[in-house]
């Protein structure tokens, strides 16, 4: 496993900018999860570092050395590619075996036999090693992939949303299981996602791109609690964070704030005393939570509450902003403190 | 507007039965979701409800009358179909008035239901725009709109969501649940997708394997679910399962779970066979050192406002949700506390859950 760098690398095709004057380090052992929607640059990046696209400018390196110029093969990097393709006429063993064989990188036959049983003990598949790869379930299919990789012992792996065609509860496991078997390894992984809980639940550190560009790089939580910018403070968090003009709220925020950010949690109700009032709209009942959805000044609001608290459409209630987040008018972060407490939160 | 009605209603195709004895009612004005995976029998429920399948055995009534072998079109019920066609060559207004311009209704009068369509749907400043250069969500929303202008008694949509991704997905089904709420029709919606059957629903039947499971509001089904296969269905992650050997009698109020005591809701029946099983939400499971029941934590996972836990104990994988302000490291011995009073006991042998002090309380919905 080694560190992998990219410094100021952009990337064009045609007129589109793939990527812009992008930098990151990935330390050894570490999973970095890029974080954007589908165009933003995630696969572009992932493909400027395995070699499948070369930088117009801006250099790669691995584990020291510059690798901007290095075929793929050169690059000692594994991907794992969003559709599983195993070779259908070969057995799970024999699909795990398969990198370990080529010629450039052959391992000794006891060497990969050790490797694939052990892989695929982690991957939970070590009882189908002798099923032919197209009689497996989705899900298996996509773990041999995953292995396929894994097998090898690469300076970092390359995973383009590698469990997207995969069930939700399957994913669920996998994700889990995806992180436990980083760790053991101590793998280096450059993940790319458009799913925030992959992300989230994944990661040592979060980069979010948008439209070729990092806009902010950090662990889950910093990205989470601390965005340094509107549009990172809106990818991450389900129900999305709560948008309001500065204006609408009287006496808020320290100046040059336009926009206050609350995440649902941090917005409060309380009794309708004076401050700021809002009108329950829905109560949508998710089981462990009720998202309850609130109209204040024309602006629709989310809050989390207790699913067995008792709230009405139409009833009023007091709203209190609890760690607000406040943005300027290019929706970069204003820090200061900003009181927006209409009253307590009960 | 309608009810609807289903009585013991039967599909079998060759030798397999896809519904199998199905009744339920669906109260006028009720936003109905038929959930459950895929194969369970609910979009073929619902097309029976349409009249695009007839059933083997069984009745529907719509209204009180009797629809079992009637046509489609004699069923006055606008379907919705997962994949929207448009005619690319019209635009937005001719789209939504299609289906009146068929029934030969007057141009005035289409005109006025288009623009009433249209203004149901806030899409009033697109009804001269051609659907090609649409986005996603406006062009699902002009397919809603040939739906609405026939005004209908009620609406089946069959997974209307499935092929949007997930964030126009959530909002879509935010304002599909506004616009039940404006225009007030029935509506019967079929979906695998756990959340959002529980955030739009009033009324949830989950089926399996062509049985109805339970039939209930979103809350009850979640806090009271009637099988293990309910209770793991619905909510995410979902209810963990704790297997035990044990008999449970009427009015027990602890069960004992590897020689420890654990408090549950009184207990109304007893148990039939000694293979029992303890359900626990994740957000009812928490960390205390006193507690019996240990494990180790086998990873956490961030998520924000909440974590949820992933524990291995000699009875299983157990997930907590917790705040995500308690930092846990994986490896670190734990012990696990449960809130007793939503502690849902299972029949081991029938999946079945047991009635409890639980199932008297306040019904939702």
Request: proline share 5%; glycine share 10%; with cysteine.
């Amino acid at each position: 496993m080694a560190d992998v760098g990219l410094k100021r690398v952009a990337k064009r095709f045609g007129d589109v900018e793939a990527v812009r004057d992008l930098s990151l380090d990935i330390r050894a052992g570490e999973f970095v999860v890029l974080l954007g929607p589908t165009g933003a640059g995630k696969t572009t990046t992932l493909r400027l570092v395995a070699g499948l696209e070369r930088p117009d400018s801006g250099t790669i390196s691995i584990d020291g050395r510059d690798a901007t110029r290095e075929p793929p093969a050169a690059r000692d990097v594994a991907f794992v590619f969003q559709q599983y393709s195993l070779y259908p006429h070969l057995s799970v063993f024999d699909n795990l075996a398969f990198p370990l064989r080529a010629p450039s990188r052959r391992l000794p036959e006891a060497e990969t036999n050790k490797r694939v049983r052990e892989i695929a003990e982690l991957l939970r598949i070590g009882g189908k090693l002798d099923n032919r790869a197209t009689r497996l379930s989705g899900g298996e299919m996509q773990r041999v992939a995953i292995g396929r990789a894994l097998v090898r012992r690469p300076a970092i792996y390359l995973m383009d949303e590698p469990l997207s065609s995969l069930d939700a509860k399957l994913r669920a496991d996998l994700r889990l299981e995806l992180k436990r078997i980083q760790l053991d390894l101590g793998a280096t992984v450059l993940y790319v996602t458009h799913d925030q809980i992959e992300a989230m639940t994944m990661a040592s550190r979060i980069g979010v791109i948008r439209e070729g560009r990092l806009m902010q790089v950090g662990s889950p939580r910093e990205i989470y609690e601390s965005p340094n910018d509107l549009y990172v403070a809106t990818r991450l968090g389900s129900p999305q964070i709560n948008l309001i003009p500065a204006d609408m709220v009287p006496g808020a925020g320290p100046r040059g704030a336009k926009t206050i950010g609350v995440r649902t949690e941090h917005l409060k109700i309380t009794k309708p005393n004076g401050g700021l009032v809002g009108m329950v709209h829905r109560v949508e009942h998710l089981g462990d939570q009720n998202h309850v959805h609130i109209e204040y000044r024309g602006q629709a609001l989310v809050t989390l509450a207790d699913p067995h608290r008792p709230l009405a459409p139409g009833e009023e209630v007091g709203l209190a902003l609890v760690e607000p987040l406040f943005f300027d008018a290019e929706g970069r972060r204003v820090r200061g403190l900003g009181g927006v407490t209409a009253s307590h939160a009960d | 507007m309608a009810e609807i009605r289903v009585e013991d209603l039967r599909k079998v195709f060759h030798d397999f039965v896809a519904v199998q004895g199905s009744t339920f009612a669906i109260e006028n004005g009720t936003f109905f979701v038929m959930l459950g995976p895929s194969g369970c029998g609910k979009t073929t429920t619902l097309r029976m409800i349409a009249g695009l399948e007839l059933p083997t055995s069984g009745r529907i009534l719509l209204d009180g009358e009797e629809v079992t072998f009637r046509r489609a079109a004699e069923r006055d019920i606008a379907f919705v179909f997962q994949l929207f066609a448009l005619y690319p060559h019209m635009n937005v207004a001719d789209n939504i008035g299609f289906p009146l311009k068929c029934e030969g209704v007057a141009r005035s009068e289409i005109r006025r239901q288009v623009v009433e369509a249209a203004r149901l749907l806030r899409i009033e400043h697109l009804l001269k725009r051609k659907v090609s250069n649409l986005s996603g969500g406006d062009r699902q929303r002009v397919a809603l709109g040939r739906a609405i202008v026939r005004r209908p008694k009620a609406f089946l949509m069959d997974e209307p969501l499935g092929a949007l991704d997930a964030e126009l997905r959530r909002d879509m089904s935010e304002e599909l649940r506004d616009l039940h709420d404006r225009i007030g029709a029935t509506t019967v919606y079929v979906t695998h997708d756990q959340l959002e059957a529980m955030s739009m629903a009033d009324r949830i039947v989950v089926m399996n394997h062509g049985v109805v499971e339970q039939i209930g509001a979103p809350q009850e089904i979640y806090d009271l679910p009637a099988t293990m296969f309910v209770a793991d269905f619905v909510g995410s992650p979902p209810m963990n399962f704790i297997r035990f050997e044990g008999r449970l009698k009427p009015n027990d109020i602890s069960v004992r779970l590897g020689g420890a005591n654990v408090a549950i809701p009184a207990s109304r029946e007893g148990s039939s066979s000694e293979a029992l099983v303890l359900g626990v939400r994740p957000e009812h499971v928490s960390f205390s050192d006193a507690a019996p029941m240990r494990g180790r934590v086998f990873g956490a996972e961030y998520l924000g406002t909440t974590q949820i836990v992933t524990v291995d104990t000699e009875r299983g994988q157990i997930k907590a949700r917790l705040p995500s302000l308690n930092q846990v490291r994986s490896g670190e011995t734990v012990g696990l506390k449960f809130k007793s009073e939503a502690l849902i006991v299972f029949d081991g042998a029938t999946g079945r859950a047991m009635r409890s002090a639980l199932h008297e309380g306040v019904r939702h919905g």
